[in-house]
């Protein structure tokens, strides 16, 4: 079968419309047989990388070579079959794009499915494709896994090429991948980390008791019930307090830093078409040169200390779990108020491993009136394939 033939009816609004992008496999490899999609901010060969905005599509050139990470799944033997809907310049994590629609959310079909990777989380979700390739910055994996019942992996920083991504906060962006099972985050894992799932060996799981709180009682009861399943394990388990000093110190270093490198990218572009951006987008773009280079070195000092501070916590061995994100997902149609202030409580969940660096899957284990709620293990530095077999051990298949 060639791969035209295979490209999927789009019945979830997953991919860029009128672009019909196929790539077949470079050989076989431990991926045959199987297919992906990636997300509208990786260079495909042929294709312009388009940023979730059709301006910048038809301003900017076509991609002479393939991004590495991509390359490396095509050399495995795997299928491309297309470029997904992101957010534009990948700046939201809720996943409606002002020119694309909004892909959908298969299992709560009237909620968001959470960006800024939402085409390939709806790609996956929706069984469009086998795995899809997403990136994060501040949680545009975690949170579309964590809202559409899916897998979501952020590795450790630097971990997997970045080379040929249209970045937007260097020093927080990471390639990440969706699946729908543990074995088959795993088995891209090995692919794109370059080794084996190791057996799963862990001495001590930490509660972050500040993100397990919630008001509402019927989330805190199904919280509880997994918290107390875990006490059945023979690993100590222990209870913290993550956010300290406070979250807010977490998620202005990195904001702070995160506009002033995404200003720094392609500020100078984004100042002359803010009119080609969706307003809720646009808004926030058209504040990103408010961050003084004071500023951002202010924080960087900052996201030292923290990155300090949480690194004596958590070490090889060690797993921080907590939810993925403070709910299920919001419904459509929110104000730009709303979804604002949503955000920045969203964004206690997410602003650890971003700011630090570190690995994180999200695992679909909860749900709450029918929709996913996500569970996230975080590790150490470089402990990306212990929390690929923590999936494996504690997935649903």
């Known amino acids: 079968m060639k791969p035209a033939d295979m490209k999927p009816i789009d019945t979830c609004n997953a991919f860029v419309p009128g672009e019909m992008i196929t790539v077949a496999p470079n050989r076989e490899g431990k991926l045959s047989s199987l297919t992906f999609a990636v997300k509208e901010l990786y260079d495909v060969k042929g294709f312009v990388t388009g940023a979730g905005n059709p301006r910048w599509k038809n301003t900017h050139p076509i991609a002479q070579t393939t991004a590495p990470a991509v390359e490396m799944l095509l050399n495995e033997g795997a ?93 927080f962006d990471v390639v990440g991948w969706f699946a729908r099972t543990p074995d088959m985050l795993a088995r891209v894992g090995s692919v794109l980390l370059g080794s084996e799932t190791p057996e799963f060996k862990v001495d001590k799981f930490m509660i972050a008791r500040d993100l397990f709180d919630t008001k509402d009682a019927s989330i805190a009861s199904k919280y509880d019930a997994f918290i107390s399943s875990l006490s059945k394990l023979s690993v100590e388990i222990a209870e913290i307090e993550l956010g300290k000093p406070d979250f807010s110190t977490w998620i202005e270093t990195l904001r702070n830093i995160q506009w002033w490198e995404l200003n720094q990218a392609h500020g100078a572009w984004v100042s002359r078409n803010l009119d080609a951006f969706g307003a809720e987008i646009g808004g926030r773009l058209e504040k990103i040169p408010s961050v003084t280079r004071d500023e951002m070195e202010e924080k960087k000092q900052v996201r030292k200390q923290l990155i300090s501070q949480i690194e004596s916590l958590v070490s090889p061995g060690t797993i921080i779990i907590f939810p993925t994100a403070p709910g299920i997902a919001p419904f459509k149609g929110r104000s730009i108020d709303e979804a604002r202030a949503s955000r920045i409580n969203t964004m206690r969940h997410t602003c650890i491993a971003a700011v630090a660096g570190l690995p994180q899957v999200s695992m679909p284990l909860l749900e709450q009136d029918g929709c996913p709620l996500g569970i996230s293990f975080m590790g150490a530095r470089g402990q990306d394939s212990q929390l690929l077999a923590a999936a494996q051990i504690f997935g649903k298949g």
């Open 79 to 171: 299928t491309l079959l297309g470029k997904t809907i992101s957010d534009e310049m990948a700046f939201s994590l809720d996943g409606e794009n002002f020119h694309y629609g909004t892909p959908l959310n298969t299992t709560c079909p009237d909620r968001i499915p959470g960006g800024s990777s939402s085409g390939s989380a709806a790609a996956v979700a929706g069984s469009l494709v086998d795995f899809a390739l997403g990136t994060d910055t501040a949680g545009s994996m975690r949170i579309p896994a964590s809202y559409c019942g899916i897998y979501g992996f952020r590795p450790t920083h630097g971990a997997v090429p970045l080379e040929g991504v249209h970045l937007m906060a260097p020093s």
